[in-house]
Nanobody, 120 residues
Framework: QVQLVESGGGLVQSGGSLRLSCAAS????????MAWYRQAPGTQRELVAS???????NYPDSVKGRFTISRDNAKNTVYLQMNSLNPEDTAVYYC??????????????WGQGTQVTVSS
């Protein structure tokens, strides 16, 4: 049906950078908002960044100025550039897409998650 595949996670030192990618594929008619969430052990999943189809981005204060979300609509791909990483950014990062399938059903889809670990 629809798949979201993330890549780009890993281990980085404090102050370093990582770039995450998430490609959506399958029976997709259109994609509305795409977003990144993260979840650290023992915490709830939280929004990290979101971007509309038109390119309007939104960030919580915790990452504003450090993270940048972007998307390539032709490739159904969303990116997350993460700079000035600190240990509090350590979490599993999940890609999310609100999309309409070729059956004209709109729903949220999630990737499998990619681990980001920031060492101090």
């Amino acid at each position: 049906q629809v798949q979201l595949v993330e890549s780009g996670g890993g281990l980085v030192q404090s102050g370093g950078s990582l770039r995450l990618s998430c490609a959506a594929s399958g029976r997709i008619f259109s994609i509305n908002t795409m977003a990144w969430y993260r979840q650290a052990p023992g915490t709830q999943r939280e929004l990290v960044a979101s971007i509309t189809a038109g390119g309007s981005a939104n960030y919580p204060d915790s990452v504003k100025g450090r993270f940048t979300i972007s998307r390539d609509n032709a490739k159904n791909t969303v990116y997350l550039q993460m700079n000035s990483l600190n240990p509090e950014d350590t979490a599993v990062y999940y890609c999310n897409a609100n999309l309409m399938t070729l059956s004209f059903r709109r729903s949220d889809y999630w990737g499998q998650g990619t681990q980001v670990t920031v060492s101090s």
